[in-house]
């Protein structure tokens, strides 16, 4: 069975720009969590989504979006990109109507703004 | 709000011993989950183990066990026998009995010597 997968793998973007980050759950999932790991700040929630919808978000500006497909891939977009933006990008599933406790996660984008 | 503190930013072990990781939360639920995670340099993070906080007796699995203190709120992972492979990073990580984010610790480097 595939892991989850997550593209790309690196992402160099200028400050000011657009970042998308792609994210494949695990087939059968259909909660998509989205981190940020930043350095010396530990990993952050970001976003949630079940269903296509957005049910839950961390304490991040609005320049961070996102959406879940029909398919439950999910797209995270960060607009006007700063420096601070700089991390790594963890995707995690899960399937929250049966085992609704692990959330397994892929290898991240490292996403660098300069 | 729920936090959770890790306390030792690193660790070292030599290769067969065993080694302690703590973890403290902080929470007013009753009906929670807590996790550790391994990030390995390769930055998948992978589930080590998980415990239930209805569950009085301490999860184990293979040489990784827990030593859950509810009262205390202290959530400690025990790896025996520390092989090479277990150098990384540890993450402590709660979520509460609903489907929702996970809230993590800030991480214990952990390095195993020969």
């Known amino acids: 069975e595939a892991g989850v997968t997550q593209s790309p793998t690196h992402l160099i973007k200028t400050r000011g720009q657009q970042a998308t980050l792609r994210c494949s759950p695990i087939?059968?999932?259909?909660?998509v969590y989205w981190y940020q790991q930043a350095l010396g700040l530990g990993l952050q929630f970001l976003l949630w989504?079940?269903?296509?919808?957005?049910?839950n978000r961390g304490n991040f500006p609005p320049r961070f979006s996102g959406r879940q497909f029909p398919n439950y891939s999910s797209e995270l977009n960060v607009n006007a990109l700063e420096l601070e933006d700089s991390a790594l990008y963890l995707c995690?599933?899960?399937?929250?109507?049966?085992?609704?406790?692990?959330?397994?996660f892929g290898p991240g984008t490292r996403l660098t703004v300069t | 709000a729920q936090t959770v503190t890790q306390s030792q930013p690193e660790m070292s072990v030599q290769e067969a011993e065993t080694v302690t990781l703590s973890c403290t939360y902080d929470?007013?639920?009753?009906?929670?989950?807590l996790f550790w995670y391994k990030q390995p340099p390769s930055r998948q993070m992978i589930l080590v183990i998980r415990?239930?906080?209805?569950?009085?007796q301490n999860a184990t699995e293979n040489r990784f066990s827990v030593n859950f203190q509810k009262a205390a709120k202290s959530f400690s992972l025990k790896i025996s026998d520390s092989q090479l492979g277990d150098a990384a990073m540890y993450f402590c990580?709660?979520?509460?009995?609903?489907?929702?984010?996970?809230?993590f610790g800030t991480g214990t480097r952990l390095q195993v010597t020969l």
């Open positions: 995690a599933s899960s399937w929250d109507r049966e085992d609704p406790y692990e959330q397994y």
């Open positions: 087939s059968g999932h259909t909660s």
């Open positions: 989504y079940d269903e296509g919808e957005e049910r």
């Open positions: 929470t007013s639920e009753s009906d929670y989950y």
């Open positions: 415990q239930e906080a209805y569950k009085q």
């Open positions: 990580a709660y979520k509460t009995g609903t489907a929702s984010k996970l809230t």
